[in-house]
């Protein structure tokens, strides 16, 4: 006949914890490298030539576009607009003069004072003036552009990435001194292995 062990009361009850079951969702996350570029980086380059004069900025520096970077030697372009105003005006004078003897030679012509030959020669010397004094300012303004241009400037807000110049250089135009990154429109390049593209979608959440 078998008898029954007896249970030790400290192993008759079980406590156990009861709760709703929920759905929710598990957050997948994978790891990758990737390169950060910008669309926009673009490289500065002198418009005159000139020595440098000042260096403003360094490698790491922030800017706002429109600041000043550095400054080429001014002198020969401000001499240059100088001459080119000044013959602006010594031309125009001569118009004011030829203006004055055109209006003498048709008067004269009306009267049969002088020739068709002399009218015809004097509206000629007052067309030819017209025609110097438009190339006259026209270099004018290019010669206030290029003096404006010895202020080299940043053409957007961004950083400075690299800097190709120092005070004392000679630069051509053309000569690039410094390159830019737009920090606003920064993208990021990453490479996931294959098995990973059916997981991939457009909108997911980056962390980087």
């Known amino acids: 006949m078998y008898g029954l062990t007896p249970v030790p009361l400290s192993m008759a009850a079980v406590a156990i914890t009861t709760g709703k079951v929920a759905t929710t969702?598990?957050?997948e996350k994978?790891?990758?490298m990737g390169i950060i570029y910008s669309l926009s980086s673009p490289k500065v380059a002198s418009e005159v030539s000139g020595r440098v004069i000042k260096v403003l900025i360094d490698v790491g520096d922030a800017v706002q576009q429109g600041q000043i970077m550095a400054e080429?030697?001014?002198?020969?372009y401000e001499l240059e607009t100088i001459q080119a105003k000044a013959e602006t005006a010594r031309l125009s004078a001569l118009?004011?003069?030829?203006?004055?003897?055109?209006?003498?030679?048709?008067?004269?012509?009306?009267?049969?004072?002088?020739s068709e030959?002399?009218?015809?020669?004097?509206?000629?010397?007052?067309e030819a003036l017209e025609q110097?004094?438009?190339?006259?300012?026209?270099?004018?303004?290019s010669s206030k552009k290029l003096?404006?241009?010895t202020k080299i400037k940043a053409p957007i807000t961004g950083y400075v990435a690299a800097k190709k110049i120092v005070m004392g250089?000679?630069?051509?135009?053309?000569?690039?001194?410094?390159?830019l990154v737009d920090t606003k429109n920064l993208r990021v390049g990453v490479s996931f292995p294959e098995y990973q593209s059916s997981k991939l979608k457009k909108g997911l959440k980056t962390y980087l």
């Not at 030959?117 to 007052?126: H, Q, W």
């Not at 250089?169 to 001194?177: E, R, Y």
């Open 147 to 149: 003096l404006r241009d």
């Open 169 to 179: 250089d000679f630069v051509q135009t053309g000569t690039i001194v410094f390159e």
């Open 95 to 114: 118009k004011i003069n030829q203006e004055l003897d055109l209006s003498r030679a048709e008067r004269l012509y009306k009267n049969n004072l002088v």
């Open 30 to 32: 994978e790891s990758a």
């Open 132 to 141: 110097q004094i438009k190339a006259a300012e026209a270099k004018h303004n």
């Open 72 to 76: 080429i030697d001014p002198e020969r």
């Open 117 to 126: 030959e002399i009218l015809d020669k004097t509206k000629a010397e007052l």
């Open 25 to 27: 969702t598990i957050e």
